[in-house]
Each structure stands twice: as structure tokens, then as C-alpha cells.
């Protein structure tokens, strides 16, 4: 069964017209990567994309309805309109920057690879010489793994959800999980079977949300409430109390980035402006 969340803003909006503060968006999300999007226990979804989803509300004014999307397909859905924003930890890359438009990033896209703890240490690449490594089918961390195939002997193996890839680690269908670090270390904290490898990839990039590339409004109002999160530090409680990591000073998910979007890719808007983050 698919799992929903309706989420109303409490009221008021960033410099929008109070008429527009009763809008409500559609956000697509990947419910079962954790520590982003879960399933809890009284049935309901919670998760940093989810707290992050509440903030957002809070200060744009637009309710949003969460649904579970299987990360597979969640980007063709955007484009043919089947739901408003890709409330997902994707990782902003020049190609998809092509296709639709991005939130200034939230996280920092560092790997790692989650494996059994039989497994042993893994320090760096040659470490992973002949593993199946898994991933979220589409997921920008199958690009190192294409890359380093043929030196590492490695096999690709793609999952439509992250719990299924999860648990391929677990039964010994795959070797190891390839992503994000702070994902990984939150399913690892549940599961005693389970480690984090030393070895990471992907240093300097950074995931965001994004919409259609036909509704630019909805970006930059949605941004600057993320903005909003950074400012008061509500982003990086956020990601303390899921993750038990404190984001450094110069994180993403720490400093708000000038004008609308991630800066340096295509559908970034310079435009300076200042928002009110006053919520009530």
C-alpha cells in the first residue's frame, strides 16, 4: 500500500500573495531510504526529508502531500507531471540540472558502501576488488561504479527501492550498498550485521530537491524557505537528531546559497533577494 502524508502549512508565506498561501503541491519521495523517508511505527512518515517537507510549509505557506514514489521512476514522473517535487535526496549533476529545475542543494553527496560487518575493512577502492555493489536504480553513485568496473572487477546490481537494496546486502545477493554516508550510518546503527565503509566518494557535491522546469515560482518559493531552515539552524538539528552527525560549518545544509537554485548549474537564477521568516 502506498503511504501518503498531508502536510499544511501553519500560515503566511515568503513575499507571496496571501491568496497563494492556501496552495498545496504534490512531493514525490522515496519512503523506505532511511534515515530521508520512512514508514514509522504508528503508520505515518517521518524522516529528515519529511521534517524538512514541514519546514518548508511552514514558511512558504503551501501544503504539501507526500506520496511514495520508487526512486526509479521518480524522475519521469516529474516530467509528465504526475507530482509537483522530487522531495528526494538526489544528487545535482549537470545532466539532470538539464531537465528540471533544482532547490539550492540540502546535503552533502559523500558515499560510502554499506556491507556486512563480516566483510571486514574497507579503506579505499582496491578494497572492493570483485564485489556486487548495490544502488537505487538511477542514482548518480552506479556513475563510480561504471567507471571503476573494469579496474576493481566490480558488478553492478540496480534496486528500485533502497530497502530492497538493503536487504540484497543482507541475504548476500550483493556485497555492499553504495550510498550516501549519512544514510548509511543510520542503517547501520539499526541493523548489529551491518558497517560503514572508511572508503567515501563523491566530495564537493551536493543533493537538493527539484521541480518542473515550468514552474520556476514554486523553486524559488520553496528555496527560500529552505533558506529560511538554514538561517535558524533548523536544518541542522534536522540532520543531528536523524543522522547523529553535526553538519560542519562550511556544509550545505549550514549556509544558504545567494539567488534561487544550486549555483554553477544550469536553471540557477542569480536574482538577489532577501525573504521573511517570520511563520506563524
Known amino acids: 500500500m502506498k503511504k501518503t502524508l498531508w502536510i499544511s502549512a501553519i500560515a503566511g508565506c515568503l513575499g507571496a500573495p496571501?491568496?497563494?498561501a492556501q496552495e498545496s503541491v504534490v512531493a514525490a519521495s522515496d519512503v523506505g531510504y532511511a534515515p530521508y523517508s520512512m514508514v514509522s511505527n504508528d503508520g505515518s512518515l517521518?524522516?529528515?526529508?519529511?521534517?524538512i517537507a514541514k519546514g518548508m510549509s511552514k514558511y512558504s505557506g503551501i501544503d504539501i502531500k507526500v506520496i511514495d514514489q520508487p526512486w526509479s521512476t521518480t524522475?519521469?514522473?516529474l516530467n509528465a507531471g504526475k507530482f509537483d517535487i522530487v522531495l528526494s535526496a538526489a544528487a545535482v549533476t549537470p545532466e539532470r540540472a538539464g531537465n528540471m529545475l533544482f532547490l539550492e542543494?540540502?546535503?552533502?553527496a559523500t558515499d560510502a558502501v554499506l556491507v556486512k560487518k563480516s566483510a571486514g575493512e574497507i579503506t579505499k577502492a582496491s578494497d572492493l576488488q570483485g564485489m556486487t555493489l548495490a544502488i537505487n536504480k538511477g542514482s548518480s553513485s552506479g556513475n563510480w561504479i561504471r567507471e571503476h568496473s573494469q579496474q576493481y572487477d566490480l558488478t553492478l546490481a540496480e534496486y528500485d527501492k533502497a530497502s530492497d537494496a538493503v536487504q540484497a546486502v543482507i541475504t548476500g545477493q550483493a556485497d555492499g550498498?553504495?550510498?550516501y554516508q549519512s544514510a548509511a550510518g543510520w542503517i547501520a546503527l539499526q541493523n548489529p550485521l551491518l558497517a560503514v565503509s572508511d572508503f567515501t566518494t563523491g566530495g564537493g557535491r551536493v543533493?537538493?530537491?527539484s521541480v518542473n522546469n515550468d514552474n520556476p515560482e514554486l523553486r524559488n518559493r520553496l528555496d527560500a524557505a529552505l533558506e529560511c531552515m538554514k538561517d535558524d539552524g533548523e536544518l541542522k538539528a534536522i540532520f543531528t537528531?536523524?543522522?547523529g552527525i553535526t553538519p560542519k560549518a562550511d556544509s550545505v545544509s549550514v549556509n544558504s546559497q545567494p539567488g534561487y537554485g544550486q549555483p554553477g548549474?544550469?536553471?540557477?537564477?542569480?536574482?538577489?533577494h532577501e525573504h521573511d521568516c517570520s511563520a506563524s
Not at 517521518?46 to 521534517?51: N, Q, V
Not at 548549474?265 to 538577489?272: A, I, L, R, V
Open 46 to 51: 517521518e524522516g529528515i526529508d519529511i521534517d
Open 105 to 108: 542543494g540540502y546535503g552533502d
Open 207 to 209: 543533493y537538493a530537491y
Open 265 to 272: 548549474f544550469e536553471g540557477y537564477d542569480d536574482t538577489p
Open 18 to 20: 496571501l491568496a497563494l
Open 177 to 179: 550498498y553504495m550510498m
Open 241 to 243: 537528531r536523524w543522522t
Open 75 to 77: 524522475f519521469a514522473g
